[in-house]
């Protein structure tokens, strides 16, 4: 490989919240892992916040160096480059055609985008139809805002694949006056990767009763081997009207903390009312550093380290799962089609040995691998996993878990 995804990068001192413990077990709402300590002789792994702990594609640092040699950081336009690369982008990883300039909007975060779509789409006290698992974000952001969730459990098949419900949905679609709908594309926290055929059906539902989308597709980059992130808006001319769809490159190249992601809209009407209800903060404005960035990132080069990663994450997933099927008995790990996340069922683990979720988190992180309570994504008994680490940690985790908490 050209880049380098194998070497353990020194996160200390560089304000990462990742390797920080106490930043990791204060956010759980497991009061046994805000009780658990990490025991010596253990080096902590990062396995619960979803950033990843490889360096970014050199452009990123390349084009944010070259911006600050000039002097001078007062106010400024949004460049065309930036546009541009966008465009290019989109056409490239997603077979996207007919994108313009004016289709593209700014936005501080996903989550912002969500709550100023929902803002154009609803009064506040609506519901909203979010499948479940459901993402933290999501349910906090909502209810920060005024907004009832009303959730559509996704299915596990006969294949261990999660789906959507379609005859859920529509029955509360149908029945309960719901107005908008988020599609969380690829999925988070399952790694679910919708084929064409599920969001055409999902999107018929929703012209059926009139609902309007907000389609989180941050993860869209992070497809795994034999994977294709299918845009919402492309599977119709209605699915291109109804909804808004939102990106960033913060998840696929870790650029989080510079902030910055975008929307797509090309209904105007929806675009000039979401860009007035994103305005009213009068802070939803772009850093000029993260505009580059954003250049940098998607650049060729971006495009073939992209490409790089998702084989070192596929890779990661392929150990991790056959791992836990191998040595874990009780839990269970549907295999993410995209993201860098395992979501675990400890369930029948659980039972069997006759402890708590909170009892085996805790035993995780003592020795050292910080993962994250799943219930706070509406897995009553499971763990969510980031396997965005080289292969040497991940597998070294995993002989943790075998070892001290599920096998001892």
């Given at each position: 490989m050209k880049y380098d995804f194998t070497s353990i990068l020194d996160r200390s001192g560089s304000d990462?919240?990742?390797?920080?413990?106490?930043?990791?077990?204060?956010?759980?709402?497991?009061?046994?892992?805000?009780?658990?300590?990490?025991?010596?002789?253990?080096?902590?792994?990062?396995?619960?916040?979803?950033?990843?702990?490889?360096?970014?594609?050199?452009?990123?640092?390349e084009a944010i160096i070259r911006r600050t040699e000039?002097?001078?950081?007062?106010?400024?336009?949004?460049?065309?480059?930036?546009?541009?690369?966008?465009?290019?982008?989109?056409?490239?990883?997603?077979?996207v055609t007919g994108l313009a300039a004016e289709h593209i909007g700014y936005e501080n975060g996903v989550l912002g985008g969500v709550i100023s779509a929902l803002n154009v789409f609803c009064s506040k006290g609506d519901k909203?139809?979010?499948?479940?698992?459901?993402?933290i974000g999501f349910t906090n952001s909502l209810g920060n805002n005024g907004y009832r969730i009303v959730h559509s459990p996704l299915k596990l098949d006969e294949h261990g694949v999660w789906r959507m419900d379609f005859a859920d949905m529509e029955e509360k679609l149908r029945t309960q006056k719901i107005h908008a709908a988020i599609l969380c594309s690829p999925h988070n926290p399952t790694g679910r990767v919708w084929e064409r055929w599920e969001l055409e059906q999902a999107m018929?539902?929703?012209?059926?009763?009139?609902?309007?989308?907000?389609?989180?597709?941050?993860?869209?980059d992070l497809t795994l081997a034999d994977y294709r992130h299918i845009p919402t808006q492309s599977v119709s001319e209605d699915a291109r009207q109804r909804t808004v769809a939102l990106y960033a490159p913060s998840k696929t190249f870790n650029?989080?903390?510079?902030?910055?992601?975008?929307?797509?809209?090309?209904?105007?009407?929806?675009?000039?009312?979401?860009?007035?209800?994103?305005?009213?903060?009068?802070?939803?404005?772009?850093?000029?550093?993260?505009?580059?960035?954003?250049i940098g990132a998607y650049q060729d080069e971006g495009q073939q380290w992209l490409d790089e990663l998702r084989q070192v994450l596929t890779g990661n997933v392929d150990f991790a799962c056959g791992y836990i099927q191998q040595h874990f008995p009780g839990v269970k790990a549907a295999k993410p089609q995209g993201t860098y996340m395992l979501f675990l069922d400890c369930t029948g683990w659980c039972a069997q040995h006759g402890k708590t979720i909170d009892e085996l988190e805790a035993a995780g992180v003592e020795v050292g691998v910080l993962w994250q309570d799943g219930r706070a994504f509406h897995g009553p008994c499971h763990i969510r996993m980031n396997l965005a680490l080289p292969r040497?940690?991940?597998?070294?985790a995993f002989q943790r878990l075998d070892q001290y908490v599920f096998n001892a």
């Amino acid at each position: 490989m050209k880049y380098d995804f194998t070497s353990i990068l020194d996160r200390s001192g560089s304000d990462a919240i990742a390797v920080n413990v106490d930043s990791a077990l204060r956010f759980s709402p497991s009061a046994g892992m805000r009780a658990a300590q990490v025991r010596d002789g253990f080096p902590v792994i990062p396995m619960w916040i979803a950033d990843m702990n490889f360096p970014t594609v050199p452009t990123v640092q390349e084009a944010i160096i070259r911006r600050t040699e000039h002097p001078a950081f007062g106010y400024f336009r949004t460049v065309q480059d930036y546009y541009d690369a966008i465009i290019r982008w989109q056409e490239t990883r997603n077979g996207v055609t007919g994108l313009a300039a004016e289709h593209i909007g700014y936005e501080n975060g996903v989550l912002g985008g969500v709550i100023s779509a929902l803002n154009v789409f609803c009064s506040k006290g609506d519901k909203v139809l979010v499948h479940s698992p459901t993402y933290i974000g999501f349910t906090n952001s909502l209810g920060n805002n005024g907004y009832r969730i009303v959730h559509s459990p996704l299915k596990l098949d006969e294949h261990g694949v999660w789906r959507m419900d379609f005859a859920d949905m529509e029955e509360k679609l149908r029945t309960q006056k719901i107005h908008a709908a988020i599609l969380c594309s690829p999925h988070n926290p399952t790694g679910r990767v919708w084929e064409r055929w599920e969001l055409e059906q999902a999107m018929e539902l929703y012209r059926k009763y009139d609902v309007y989308v907000v389609s989180d597709e941050i993860w869209s980059d992070l497809t795994l081997a034999d994977y294709r992130h299918i845009p919402t808006q492309s599977v119709s001319e209605d699915a291109r009207q109804r909804t808004v769809a939102l990106y960033a490159p913060s998840k696929t190249f870790n650029l989080a903390g510079l902030v910055g992601s975008y929307h797509i809209i090309y209904n105007r009407w929806i675009r000039e009312r979401v860009a007035k209800e994103s305005s009213l903060s009068h802070y939803n404005s772009m850093n000029v550093l993260s505009m580059y960035a954003l250049i940098g990132a998607y650049q060729d080069e971006g495009q073939q380290w992209l490409d790089e990663l998702r084989q070192v994450l596929t890779g990661n997933v392929d150990f991790a799962c056959g791992y836990i099927q191998q040595h874990f008995p009780g839990v269970k790990a549907a295999k993410p089609q995209g993201t860098y996340m395992l979501f675990l069922d400890c369930t029948g683990w659980c039972a069997q040995h006759g402890k708590t979720i909170d009892e085996l988190e805790a035993a995780g992180v003592e020795v050292g691998v910080l993962w994250q309570d799943g219930r706070a994504f509406h897995g009553p008994c499971h763990i969510r996993m980031n396997l965005a680490l080289p292969r040497s940690r991940v597998e070294e985790a995993f002989q943790r878990l075998d070892q001290y908490v599920f096998n001892a």
